[in-house]
């Protein structure tokens, strides 16, 4: 096992074509692996607590990849999330999930 690379919240500026200019403050862990291999895993942990009764929990990660050795301008994959969070094409690939879920006093409901 290894440690990240990096690991802690990053504050930067995007311009989002539906949401236009705006200031963003994401979780980053940065990370590297070797070329030959299989089953990678990473794992963040963090509290996640209820703003008031009644909201959903919502939690997103986009896992973005360098897909091509080749690149102009050169970038890292967190450089190019936080200059163009929709535009992945030639270089970089990306993947995203969530983990959504309603808390309430019998447990949660699962939102698929």
């Known amino acids: 096992m290894a440690d990240y690379y990096s690991l802690g919240t990053?504050?930067?500026a995007s311009n989002s074509f539906f949401f236009g200019p705006q200031d963003n403050t994401d979780v980053f862990a940065t990370f590297s692996m070797p070329?030959?291999?299989s089953s990678y895993r990473g794992y963040i942990a963090?509290?996640?607590?209820e703003v008031q009764d009644?909201?959903?929990?919502s939690?997103?990660?986009?896992?973005?990849?360098q897909?091509?050795?080749v690149q102009y301008p050169v970038m890292?994959?967190?450089e190019n999330r936080m200059a163009?969070?929709?535009?992945?094409?030639?270089?970089?690939q990306a993947l995203e999930d969530a983990l959504q879920f309603y808390p309430s006093d019998e447990g949660i409901e699962m939102i698929s």
């Open 67 to 69: 897909k091509s050795w």
């Open 10 to 12: 990053q504050t930067y």
């Open 76 to 78: 890292t994959a967190m």
């Open 84 to 92: 163009n969070s929709w535009n992945y094409a030639g270089v970089f």
């Open 35 to 37: 070329q030959q291999g």
């Open 46 to 49: 963090y509290p996640i607590e």
């Open 54 to 57: 009644g909201c959903i929990i």
């Open 59 to 65: 939690s997103w990660i986009n896992y973005v990849h």
